[in-house]
């Protein structure tokens, strides 16, 4: 599926020179008691706390969001719907790589604030995707709070064509788009755009790149979600904070938030307190890992990071497996969580156990057996706890 790659192992945290005199624990009580960037919660009304769930293709649909919220994240956005698969009401692209049109449906009440992303290839259509994503605002709780342009999916240009990260080869073509998209949402709207550092490591990349990261301020976007690695790297390698920091000292005024290699809670505040950005996008890293949010506010309230027990642990994936069958329907639910309930084994006290009874899944009966055999309720629950927690 779309923006996603080489997704299954994390590596270890990025470390960048400098970031391992960070204690991320002092950091997260001095961003806590400073609090968020005013602009924040007046751009984003709810945006409390300096972290966000990013777009992630193939996961981040209103089941993943919704049980993020509930864990305390404070903002989501969708994953990278294609302007054409939006326009046509999802006929006709329903193979495409990219998010379905499903995925980028809000979830009701309680999935927001929802910034809702698009990609594509021509001014005028992305325009017009902008536009029919903003008409959603007219019915209750159906809409968005900003619409992010996305300059940064590496996958491969489609009839020729660029959109996502091939762009940012493009400069005026990109800059057009941001255009566009600026002119056909109302003014009241933030528009944000995420990009990658640059297409690859040449100076002519980083030229392009800061071509359209000013004319993205210029236009009247509101932030920027910056990814420190170049469209050619795609996942593979460490994302440049050192990029995010120097951009950050260059621009003092702008509103700038940053991705890459957010593994763990730690490097919330290890990626806020060395490279000046405004807020993290959270994404690899809260992959079958909720607590990653309520850690945060946690680390924030100067508490230590709880990991989560064996009860919070089956509490979320029955949440998440029963919001999962309401957005995608049965059958492709089971599937899915198949995936997510590979990566919630990695908190369990024995996780190869726990990944093997998920690969083996093929229905919603089997999911829910597996769920009982190594997620205990009652007193075997509160045995689970013990494990959980001397694992930690
Ligand atoms: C499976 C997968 C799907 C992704 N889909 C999107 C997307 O739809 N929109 C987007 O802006 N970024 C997308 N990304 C990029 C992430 O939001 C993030 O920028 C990137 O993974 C770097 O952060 P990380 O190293 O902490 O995972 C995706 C990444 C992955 C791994």
New binding site residues.
């Given amino acids: 599926?779309?923006?996603?790659?080489n997704?299954a192992t994390p590596p270890a945290p990025a470390i960048a020179p400098g970031v391992e005199s960070i204690d991320p624990f002092r950091a997260a009580a001095e961003i806590g008691a400073r609090g968020v960037d005013p602009r924040l919660p007046v751009l984003v009304p709810g945006f409390d706390a300096p972290f966000f769930q990013?777009?992630?293709?193939?996961?981040?649909d209103a089941a993943m969001r919704l049980v993020a919220r509930r864990h305390g994240c404070p903002m989501c956005?969708t994953?990278?719907l294609l302007d054409r698969t939006l326009l046509s009401g999802g006929r006709g692209f329903a193979r495409a790589d990219?998010?379905e049109i499903h995925d980028n449906v809000p979830g009701g009440r309680e999935d927001h604030p929802l910034v809702g992303?698009i990609m594509g290839s021509d001014p005028e259509t992305m325009a017009d995707a902008a536009a029919a994503m903003i008409e959603r605002n007219a019915q209750e709780h159906a809409g968005f709070e900003a619409i992010?342009v996305?300059l940064?999916?590496p996958v491969r240009k489609i009839a020729r064509k660029a959109r996502g990260g091939h762009w940012l080869r493009e400069p005026e073509g990109a800059i057009d788009i941001l255009r566009a998209v600026r002119e056909a949402v109302p003014s009241h709207i933030p528009t944000s755009v995420?990009l990658r550092r640059g297409s690859d490591d040449s100076p002519e990349a980083e030229r392009n790149f800061l071509r359209i990261f000013d004319a993205a301020y210029d236009l009247g976007y509101a932030w920027t979600?910056v990814?420190g690695?170049t469209v050619e790297q795609k996942?593979v390698g460490p994302?440049r904070w050192t990029f995010l920091r120097d951009l950050v000292r260059r621009n003092p005024d702008r509103l700038i938030f940053g991705?890459?290699?957010?593994?763990r809670v730690e490097d919330v505040f290890l990626m806020l307190a060395y490279t000046g950005v405004h807020a993290v996008?959270?994404?690899?890293?809260c992959i079958g890992n909720p607590w990653v949010f309520r850690q945060a506010r946690d680390m924030m309230a100067g508490l230590p990071p709880r990991p989560p027990t064996l009860a919070e642990q089956r509490d979320a994936l029955r949440a998440h497996f029963e919001l999962s069958v309401s957005v995608n329907g049965e059958q492709a639910a089971g599937k899915m969580m198949r995936k997510f309930g590979i990566r919630f084994a990695q908190h369990h006290p024995r996780p190869e156990d726990v990944k093997r009874a998920f690969i083996g899944v093929t229905c919603t009966e089997e999911w829910m057996r597996a769920l009982d055999a190594h997620y205990p309720t009652g007193d075997e629950a509160a045995a689970g706890v013990v494990h959980a927690v001397e694992r930690a």
């Fill in positions: 599926m779309g923006c996603q790659s997704n990013a777009g992630l293709a193939g996961y981040s956005v994953e990278a990219l998010g992303q992010d996305n940064a999916c995420k979600t990814h690695r996942y994302s991705s890459g290699d957010v593994w996008s959270v994404a690899r890293g």
